[in-house]
């Protein structure tokens, strides 16, 4: 059974950055994806960035320039490097893989990211 866990939210003045990361565990290979989500208080939740098995990425249209995942394969790890953090930014960040592409979505358990105005 997979297992993500996230670290790396916290309290951030607007136009700074933060890194969050995602240890993943417990896969028996590669995850065919592994990127990151986000929900803001009354909203849904919406995808920020993901990168598959192939390193191809996709990201969300608000944080296209501000945002970058990568991967340490090595360490089974995912980032998410976020710049110029914006207050609309503050969510609980979730950490979201798949096995293979007929795989459900796993999460993590989520990691709460505040930009202060």
């Known amino acids: 059974q997979v297992q993500l866990v996230e670290s790396g939210g916290g309290l951030v003045q607007a136009g700074g950055s933060l890194r969050l990361s995602c240890a993943a565990s417990?896969?028996?290979?590669?995850?065919?994806?592994i990127g990151w989500h986000r929900q803001a208080p009354g909203q849904q939740r919406e995808m920020v960035a993901i990168?598959?098995?192939?390193?191809?990425?996709n990201y969300a249209d608000s944080v296209k320039g501000r945002f970058t995942i990568s991967r340490d394969s090595a360490k089974n790890t995912v980032y998410l490097q976020m710049n110029s953090l914006k207050p609309e930014d503050t969510s609980v960040y979730y950490c979201?893989?798949?096995?293979?592409?007929?795989?459900?979505?796993?999460w993590g358990q989520g990691t709460q990211v505040t930009v202060s105005s």
């Open positions: 417990g896969s028996s290979g590669r995850l065919y994806t």
């Open positions: 979201s893989a798949r096995q293979s592409i007929f795989s459900p979505l796993i």
């Open positions: 990168m598959n098995i192939g390193g191809n990425t």
